[in-house]
Structure formats: C-alpha cells, structure tokens
C-alpha cells in the first residue's frame, strides 16, 4: 500500500511542471490573424487586416476594414499617411470615410484610397498613420501584395 502512495507521489512531483507551464500566455489564448494584413485593436477603431494591394510597382490601393468599438457616437477616418522611412507615400483618399457607431466599414469594396510612391512595391511593407476623427491614430506597417485576377484580392479595383 505504502508503495502505491509513494508511486503516486512521484508521479505527481513529476507531472507539476509539465502542467504548471499551462498558463493564461498558452498559444492558444493569443490572437491569431490567419490573413497576410495587419492588425491593431487598440483604440476605439480596430484597423483589421490592413494591406495594400499592387498591381504595378508605385501604385496600389489600402485595404482594410475599420470598426468603430463605440456603441454610440460615429467616426470618420480622416486620412492616411506614410510615416518613417515611407513619409513620402502619398496617399489619396477620395470621399471621406464614414464609421457608424457599432459599425463596420470595408475600404476594399470600392478601391477609392489610392496609394502612391516609391515603397508601393508587392513584398515590401510600408509605414502607414490612420488618423481618425474622434479615434487615436494608428501606425502599421503594411505589406504590399500582389493583384492577381484569380487570387484572393483579385476583386479589389486598382489601377
């Protein structure tokens, strides 16, 4: 009998550390973005899988989708700029940006925030500032992906 304990003891000494190393940082409890964008939710609009799409070196157009965390008051984004290394990206961004309250907007659907420069080059990744209305300003790095008419961006509008 005293056997059986003594095994059971040792058996759970030994079994501790493997089960203490399942903590509240485990992989399976952080955000994973299974896309090629980038991510930032940490301000009142969540800029999500943020990219730029390329269909000639210099030119392309930013995709993402803002969402706007406040329940009651609308946001606009009221532009995007390069910053760093790319501040010489110029960016167009066509009619302004409405984010409703609690509500989504996709900037892939109608192709209107054009980007330009030297950067704009699919592989590369450019510095970009979102600035919002009532929202804190969001720097990314975005990556340059190629337009391809039977890929996954294949449907946004460049030119």
Excluded: W
């Excluded at 984004?77 to 907007?105: F, S």
């Excluded at 704009?120 to 510095?127: F, H, I, R």
């Amino acid at each position: 009998m005293n056997v059986r304990r003594s095994i059971a003891g040792v058996a759970v000494a030994l079994a501790a550390p493997a089960l203490s190393s399942c903590g509240f940082d485990a992989p399976t409890d952080q955000i994973y973005n299974p896309a090629v964008g980038v991510n930032d939710q940490s301000g009142t609009v969540d800029v999500l899988n943020a990219l730029i799409v390329s269909a000639s070196d210099g030119s392309g157009t930013l995709v993402a989708t803002l969402v706007n965390n406040d329940l009651s008051e609308d946001d606009e984004l009221k532009a995007v700029a390069g910053t760093g290394e790319d501040q010489g990206v110029q960016v167009t961004l066509g009619d302004a940006t409405d984010i409703p309250a609690a509500q989504l907007v996709s900037l892939a659907e109608d192709g209107t925030i054009r980007v330009e420069g030297e950067a704009v080059v699919p592989g590369a990744t450019v510095s970009m500032t979102f600035t919002f209305d009532r929202g804190a300003a969001v720097t990314l790095d975005l990556p340059v992906v190629e337009h391809d008419s039977e890929g996954p961006y294949a449907d946004v509008p460049v030119s």
